[in-house]
Every structure is written in C-alpha cells, then in structure tokens.
C-alpha cells in the first residue's frame, strides 16, 4: 500500500499573484494536508473520508481525486493492476489553503509512485495544473508546486522547470487562520480586473522581482518590507468578512505582514518571532474565526508531497 501526504499552500504569498506559494506546517507537528492511499483491488474502487469529505460531492465522478485516476488508468498507465484509491481529506474547500490542489497532487503523486512510472516531474507537475484548472477557474501553478515540492516556489509555464525554489528567514513564521466559510476560488477570480494598467503591472514585475531576489541574495528584512498585493486583495477583501479588521490590528500584535492566502478566506501573516505570531494568532482565535474555523502558527513544509 502507498500512503501519500500533501501539505496546504499559501498562494499567491501576497506579493506574486498566480506566481508565488509556499507550503505549511504546523509547527506543532500536527499534518495541515490530505492523505491518499492507494492499494492492489479487485477491481478500481475510489473512497473518499475524513472530516471534509461530506462537504464533496457525493457523486464519485465530481471529485478531483476519482477524476485525476480515471485519467490516470486512461492516459498515463492504462496496464496498471486495479486500484483502491482513498482520499482522506482533511483541508475544508474553498478555503485559499490550495484545497483541491493538495488532493490532485497527494493523489497522482501516490498513483505514480504506485504503477512507478516513467513521467518526469515536470511532466507531473503539468498533469497536476491541467486537473486543479478544472475546478478553480484558471490554470496557476502556486499551490501545485509549493504543494508537490515544498517550500516557497517562484513557479508559472514560462519558468524553467515549472519552479525555482527561494529561501526564507527561518525565523519568519506564518500564522495561517481559516475563518470556517468557504469563498469558491472560481468566484474569486471573477472579482479581478481582466486588464492592468501600464503603472500598475510595471510595479508588479518590480515588486515581485525585487522580492526574489531579496530572498536569493539572503537580505530578508528588506524582503520583507516590500511584500504586499495591489493585484487581488483589493478586490478580494469585500468578500471576506473580517479580513479588514484584521489587516488593521494584527500589525500592532509583530505581523509584518497581513494578507489573504490564496483566493481566501484563510488570512496569513508573516512575523519575525514565535512571540508575535502567538499573539496574532490569539486574535485571530478571538476575532476572525467560528466555531468551523481554524488558526495554525507554522514555518514552511521543506519535504513537500511524501509517502508516510
Ligand atoms: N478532492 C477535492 N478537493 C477539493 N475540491 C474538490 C475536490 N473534488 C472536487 N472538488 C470541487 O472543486 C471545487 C474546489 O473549490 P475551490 O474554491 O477551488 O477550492 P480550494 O480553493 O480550496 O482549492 C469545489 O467545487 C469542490 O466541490
Ligand atoms: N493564485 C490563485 C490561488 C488560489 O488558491 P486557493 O487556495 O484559493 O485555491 C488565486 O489567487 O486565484
């Protein structure tokens, strides 16, 4: 039997829309992700458990994880032996922590280790972009990635390998609060203008290329100081109750930063201490999230997709 983790993402990371993500762990250990399994059958049968599996559709057809083994037995190994496929899934939907990216990748990564294919890991990685396209409505890469490699990853079609990995201040921690409502991925692409102005894609390309490289030359701080979203939290933070509040507050608590992960709702702030981001994080407990949210303090998920 193969057992295989897939780790939630920030995309996006506020400074690189559709371009930057980075994967998370809790720092408490504990797996923020879903699992796949994957055993010799009788005959294909696909399972879908764990605590958000009745927030999917019932019909087998509809999930991501059923759809990416269809494919998978037709396309990529159709002499693979029948399968068990099960999706333990353990991230809520619609939550910005790269939900339906960590089950495509949790599931072909588990399918390729199991019939042990010949695909190469851009080969993967592209197979993974096609399928999370189907339901977030657009092809981005900033969850597959971060998600399949770990770590923070530079990441889109035109990038050589589909990613380039980019250190972090391993002092930075991430407090990651989901607020117990969805806000469909899909929905929050429409929001977004479909053109930029001159001025304003000119600071993007200079924000995001400064932030790299600030991060490849090791000068954190100044990385740091420079990240933030002109290209979707605008549009983005009307959708989501609280978000607001929360940008205004949370600085005063050590957040350096305060943005939205993802599409949203899930908020995330970068802090320079444990000290701040326990402190972010028990506002966040007290003032952004339900009784169905949830808030993680975490540093970056290093290993990525794994067999446990
Ligand atoms: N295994 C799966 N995991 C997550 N979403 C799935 C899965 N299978 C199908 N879906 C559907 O895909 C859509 C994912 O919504 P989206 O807002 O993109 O989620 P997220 O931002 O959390 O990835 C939902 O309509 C959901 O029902
Ligand atoms: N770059 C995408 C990221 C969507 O992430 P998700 O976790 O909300 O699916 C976007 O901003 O739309």
């Not at 809790?26 to 764990?50: H, M």
């Not at 790269?98 to 190469?120: H, I, P, R």
């Not at 100044?222 to 507050?249: Q, T, V, W, Y």
Request: glycine share 8%; net charge negative.
């Amino acid at each position: 039997m193969i057992e295989v983790y897939a780790p939630a993402s920030i995309g996006n990371f506020s400074v690189g829309f559709d371009a930057l993500g980075a994967a998370l762990a809790p720092i408490d250990g504990r797996l923020l992700g879903d699992v796949v399994q994957v055993s010799s059958a009788i005959e294909d049968q696909f399972v879908c458990s764990g605590n958000y599996a009745n927030k999917l559709p019932s019909e087998a057809s509809e999930n991501l994880a059923y759809q990416c083994l269809v494919h998978f037995r037709e396309h990529v190994a159709p002499t693979m032996l029948p399968v068990k496929l099960e999706l333990k899934k353990n991230l809520p939907i619609g939550s910005g922590l790269g939900s339906s990216a960590c089950s495509v990748v949790a599931t072909f990564a588990a399918l390729d280790k199991f019939a042990e294919t010949a695909l190469s890991q851009e080969q993967l990685i592209e197979l993974m972009a096609d399928f999370e396209a189907r339901v977030s409505g657009g092809r981005h890469y900033d969850n597959i990635t971060p998600c399949y490699l770990g770590g923070l990853q530079l990441t889109g079609d035109i990038i050589p390998n589909k990613s380039i990995a980019l250190p972090v201040d391993k002092q930075w921690y991430y407090v990651a609060a989901f607020p117990g409502f969805s806000l469909n991925t899909a929905k929050a692409r429409s929001v977004l203008p479909k053109q930029l102005p001159m001025h304003n894609s000119v600071e993007f390309a200079q924000r995001l290329s400064a932030f790299c490289s600030l991060l490849l030359t090791g000068r954190y701080d100044a990385a740091l100081a420079i990240m933030g979203d002109e290209i979707a939290e605008p549009h983005r933070a009307p959708l989501i109750s609280g978000f607001s509040e929360a940008k205004l507050a949370l600085p005063a608590l050590g957040a350096e930063v305060v943005s939205i992960s993802g599409a949203g709702p899930t908020l995330f702030t970068v802090c320079k201490s444990l000290k701040a981001a326990q402190q972010c994080a028990a506002w966040l407990e007290q003032n952004y999230i339900n009784e169905q949210g949830f808030c993680h303090i975490c540093q970056l998920d290093e290993r990525g997709t794994r067999q446990l």
